[in-house]
């Protein structure tokens, strides 16, 4: 019951209190410490006791020796039991309470259930971030850059506030009991305060500046050893592992000569301490032993002096290491705030309303979009999908088939002009809402590393096995998923399909992926290349399937097999990010243009090195 009510003292899905957090260190550190304060402020009161309990004993050292040296033997105990009683209270009984206390409070309390809050928050945002956003960075270092910035604050900020009280406590109840026993005994410890304040002040701001590169560079590092094992089927096909040990070896390389460069200033800084400490020993015994030779103070002082300098070497070591580690720690956060902290790129309006689809109808509005500067993909489009009508969309690679897609899912804002659904600009409501009314199939079926049902959940979360299994046979996937298994005996449903799905086939991917869509059941599709991967015979038992998928759903199909869509109620060439030629098969083939000459091209069999070898702009 006790652990239980310090585990649940940080609520930790708790709402963050900002849609998002700060893009400065100090205020990133605020921010999650103000949802945690009660938890520290604890912290900060049974520290401060702590402390106090731990200098009280050296107290009771130098007490112990002086009522030695003042008693007779046999009165000993009977002259000073209340207060020997109290120091056993002291020892036995307050300070295991405190220990308790604040390993309770750090380890039942902080360091779980702040970093999984941190964590938790963190990557809820990351979440929100726009696609460009994972397709510029490794996902390796991103989630690398979450997970250790929440261990790396919650240290910092624990290890914050036990040298905060053991620095100031330490340091004050030796100076006061310093001047009990003769002011110049202060004199040394003084001194080593000042210096050991200037040592620290010159070496924490190096560490670090290394600290923040080092963590960088361990990032990196982890982005491409990530990266290399989720393409490891193309590591492998192309035989490059000497290649990726190359890559991999770079960012080591760099890794152990950042670390190396901090470690200089660290081993420099231990150097200069310990001499210090070093000093600091031997000036407080020298003085006290001199003090004592003049009859200025007890024996109990010397035994103080002596005990107090060496804890405070000892602490003096321990302090630096924390300092040292803080710094550290506080290097990873600023290195975390790279990936943690940007903008999103694609967010609601304030309030954005749900979309309402009761026709289907899409518009494309005038649109202007690229990707980078001077780089334009979409110049000046305008189309018009009626509700129900089945486009099909045809070009060139890098006509602006995929991206008008994205651009519909919103996946990108636009950089001019409009798209609407319903007259019902999609800039305007909230992109979940605008998502869970399309459902889109595309040639690179990425599955989740979970079970099969769970995949197929995502297109029904609350579909019953029955109509999973309606949609599985629509699909021809209940041919495949019943034999499926991995390497821990799960079978059927349950059966998990490795990263990205990599133990299954395209064919039965593309086909999970169809089931998935037949489950949402969504009034708008997208099918890019939706059978490229599925083989003629597959191909033709879903077809029928993929009609019924079709009916009353406003369509847009894109596929680079021209027969595949040639049904379509209207097909739209795309050229350089505009519309070359629209009409239906037999309007196109008469016209003559583009369409005519790829679909000659595709039904004489014709197979060139590009992807249309007779459009325009391929030649």
């Known amino acids: ?14 709402d963050a209190p900002t849609a998002a957090p700060p893009n400065q260190v100090m205020s990133f550190y605020v921010y999650y410490l103000r949802q ?23 107290s009771y050292l130098s007490r112990i020796i002086d009522m030695a040296q003042g008693t007779p033997n046999p009165n000993f105990f009977s002259e000073h039991a209340f207060e020997l009683v109290w120091m056993i209270i002291v020892a036995l009984v307050l300070r295991p309470i405190f220990v308790l206390l604040h390993d309770l409070l750090v380890h039942q309390t902080i360091s779980p259930g702040m970093t999984s809050m941190i964590n938790w928050q963190n990557h809820s945002y990351v979440l929100k971030q726009s696609v460009n956003f994972f397709q510029n960075d490794f996902a390796g270092r991103i989630a690398q850059r979450i997970v250790q910035t929440g261990n790396a604050l919650r240290d910092s900020a624990v290890q914050s506030v036990d040298a905060l009280w053991h ?6 109840s ?28 010159w070496f924490v701001p190096r560490v670090k500046a290394r600290s923040v590169v080092s963590s960088d560079a361990r990032s990196k590092l982890m982005g491409r050893i990530v990266d290399g094992y989720t393409n ?20 080591i390389s760099e890794q152990t000569e950042k670390t190396q460069l901090a470690g200089r200033v660290i081993t420099e800084m ?7 400490n070093g000093l600091l020993i031997v000036c407080t015994t020298g003085l006290a032993l001199w003090l004592w030779t003049q009859s200025l103070i007890s024996v109990g002082a010397i035994a103080l002096a002596t005990g107090l300098a060496i804890r405070i070497v000892n602490m003096s070591g321990w302090i630096m290491w924390v300092v040292n580690g803080i710094f550290e720690n506080i290097g990873m956060v600023q290195d975390g705030l790279q990936s943690i902290s940007q903008p999103v790129g694609v967010t609601d309006r304030e309030a954005a309303p749900k979309l309402a689809v009761s026709k289907g109808e899409v518009k494309f509005e005038n649109l202007q979009f690229q990707y980078g500067k001077g780089k334009g993909v979409i110049h000046g489009l305008t189309l018009d999908i009626k509700p129900g009508e089945k486009i099909g969309l045809i070009g060139p690679s890098g006509a602006g088939k995929s991206t008008l897609v994205n651009l519909l899912l919103r996946l990108y804002d636009v950089q001019g002009g409009r798209i609407t659904i319903d007259d019902q600009d999609i800039a305007h409501v909230a992109q979940e809402s605008l998502r869970s009314h399309i459902g889109m199939i595309t040639q690179d079926t990425s599955l989740l590393h979970r079970s099969i049902r769970d995949n197929l959940l995502y297109g029904k979360p609350n579909a019953t096995d029955a109509e999973l299994w309606e949609a599985m046979r629509k699909a021809r996937a209940d041919e495949f998923i019943p034999l499926l298994s ?16 990599v133990k299954l086939s395209g064919g039965q991917r593309q086909r999970i992926a169809i089931t998935r869509v037949l489950l949402k059941d969504a009034p708008i599709l997208i099918m890019d290349e939706a059978t490229s991967a599925l083989d003629s015979e597959v191909e033709a038992a879903i077809q029928e399937s993929l009609e019924t998928l079709m009916q009353d759903k406003t369509v847009i199909a894109i596929a680079h097999r021209l027969s595949t869509i040639a049904r379509m109620d209207r097909l739209v060439v795309l050229e350089n990010g505009y519309i070359a030629e629209s009409g239906t098969h037999a309007e196109l083939l008469a016209h003559k243009g583009l369409y005519a000459r790829l ?6 069999g014709f197979v060139g090195v590009d992807e249309f070898p007779l459009a325009p702009q391929s030649l």
């Open 1 to 14: 019951m006790l652990y239980r009510r310090f585990e649940k003292l940080i609520d930790i899905f708790r």
């Open 36 to 58: 945690v304060w009660p938890s520290f402020l604890a912290l900060l009161v049974v520290g401060l006791i702590g402390a106090l309990i731990e200098v009280s004993l050296f």
């Open 167 to 172: 620095v100031l406590i330490y340091s004050i």
């Open 174 to 201: 030796a100076l006061v009991l310093f001047a009990e026993a003769d002011w110049r005994l202060m004199i040394p410890l003084i001194s080593w305060i000042i210096v050991f304040t200037i040592a620290l002040f």
């Open 232 to 251: 490891i089927t193309t590591l492998k096909l192309f035989a490059h592992t000497n290649s990726e040990q190359q890559y991999a070896r770079e960012a």
């Open 270 to 276: 231990d150097t200069v301490i310990t001499t210090l």
């Open 486 to 501: 991995d390497s821990e005996g799960r079978t059927g449903l349950d059966a998990h399909v490795g990263e990205r799905g």
């Open 599 to 604: 679909w000659a091209h595709q039904t004489g």
